[in-house]
């Protein structure tokens, strides 16, 4: 009786303790480790500041001097020896038609861009105006340091040293009112070769801030 007792307990008690424990809970999930935000990305786009920079480390500072050699020029003096009489720069595109072949009038420039020019090789033809008259004329040589630029007629020179014998030499202020009075802000280039729209500004854009050189226009032939 004591045994069977004992054994009817000890069932009782093992389905007692099969029941407190029950199925393994449903529907639990291992928790989801949260992204990460603060990781710096590779690469970044150029800033506004990192753009300006890049444009302005491929523009050179103008020479302090420069000098064209006009005995190299053989277009230029015979464009000088063709009289042109003209009240503005633009009128030589349809005058000189027959007798240079290849000219670009230059507008919207400055002194800085003329003096580009020179740099180039280039000898911008200007139209000077003293007191009531105008003439024709070609920038020979600049010079910073006593701020002063040298004009005049390319038939004149005599002798190897640009400008040596020949022309005018003006201090910057007295040029650009000059020039503007009688030239409007722009000059004439004659080349060997027609220089276009693009060549021009490339030149420039060597020394001066594209944003100046964009307002430049060219008509070329």
């Known amino acids: 009786m004591q045994t069977h007792f004992c054994q009817t307990a000890f069932i009782f008690a093992l389905c007692l303790l099969l029941v407190s424990c029950g ?15 603060s990781q ?10 990192q753009t300006t920079s890049t444009i302005a480390s491929t523009t050179e500072g103008l020479p302090s ?22 009240s503005r720069l633009e009128d ?12 670009s009038i230059v507008s919207n420039c400055n002194l800085q861009m003329l003096k580009a020019f020179v740099a180039t090789g280039w000898a911008p033809i200007i139209r000077s ?9 070609a920038i020979m040589k600049y010079d910073d340091a ?11 020179v005599r002798g190897k040293v ?35 729209n693009v060549e021009i500004h490339a030149a420039l854009k ?12 060219v008509r070329s032939r």
């Open 23 to 37: 199925p393994a809970p449903q529907g639990e999930r291992m928790p989801i480790p949260s992204a990460t935000h």
């Open 40 to 49: 710096p990305s590779s690469t970044s786009a150029p800033t506004a500041t």
């Open 65 to 86: 001097a420069a000098a064209i050699d006009f005995t190299t020029k053989p277009l230029l003096k015979a464009f000088f020896r063709t009289k042109s009489d003209v």
């Open 92 to 103: 030589l595109y349809a005058t000189t038609r027959g007798k240079v072949q290849n000219i």
């Open 129 to 137: 105006r003293r007191s009531s008259t105008g003439e024709l004329s």
């Open 146 to 156: 006593d701020q002063r630029i040298q004009i005049g007629n390319p038939l004149r």
């Open 162 to 196: 640009p400008g040596s014998r020949a022309g005018r030499s003006l201090t910057y202020s007295e040029f650009e009112k000059e020039w503007v009075t009688g030239s409007g802000n722009t000059c004439v280039l004659i080349a060997p070769k027609r220089l276009h």
């Open 206 to 217: 060597k020394y001066i801030p594209e944003e100046q050189v964009d307002r430049v226009r």
